[in-house]
């Protein structure tokens, strides 16, 4: 293999890698597009995300074969800048989140994204240099068949059935896709006695069992107490956002704290009382 042609599979490797990371994990590359402006509602973000996704991998593995060479360099590049523009804005207003790039396998700053895609675009266009005239092939064509092929292996979710689908940013977390894999949701009023117990115990055992699902907490508050003071009352750490009354008294049973089990999205225990051996029973934890 001459050098030429590996740094053209390397190239096509990392489109790859890329769209695999956001296959893996569509919800949180919706909500990113959500969250830079680039769509206006998960719906939208949920189509826009399954085209950058096929077009990812198309373009990867078309770059793979030696054919048309020349043209999907050139393509690439192009599609790298227009990224790499918006990348820069979204260093220019001080964004230091994840940009997405990689899904939430490699958490990538826009800066650290920006840097990346210079050094793609350097290699792509050394690669173009050295590349002879593009070899024709119409079968290749048949690539384009994996941009459609994205709605069929990843169908599109109904969020709007999603009790907590609208919990996309929990402080300490950041950008958090709660329709994805298994998540613990804990609703606590930062002033009741029990929730403190409730989180102490909660937090011993995350502490204790790594296989625990991740916890997120939706925090009213009613009085004087923080978060930070909630933290240092109960020796928790977990990712918060706060809520307000209606939405606390509509998530909780008779009285706080209550606490949610989410499979990919969906409610499939709730628990109330006994918590702790509720989630031990579940989990089969000591």
Known sequence: MGKVSFLRILFALSFLFSAYTKFIAPGYFEITLMDQGIASSRNLAGH??????????????ALLLPFYTRKLLLFSQFLLLGFTVHLIYLWSIGNTENCGCFGEMISMTPEESIFKNIALMLLAFGVYIKSGVDKHNPRLLLFTLLIPSMWLFLPMPDHASMSFSEYTHFAKAGRVDLSQG????????????HCQEAAKELAALQRKNESLPSIYVLFFSEGSTRPKDFDAMTNSDFPYQMIEVNTFFDLIGDSPPRLYHLSNGTVVNI????????????FELD
């Not at 298994?182 to 006695?193: H, K, T, Y």
């Open 48 to 61: 826009l995300s399954r085209f950058f996704i096929g077009l990812e991998f198309a373009l990867g593995a």
């Open 182 to 193: 298994e998540r613990l949701v804990a609703v606590f009023n930062l002033d009741c006695e």
């Open 271 to 282: 628990w109330d009382k006994a918590i702790l051996e509720a989630v031990k029973e579940r």
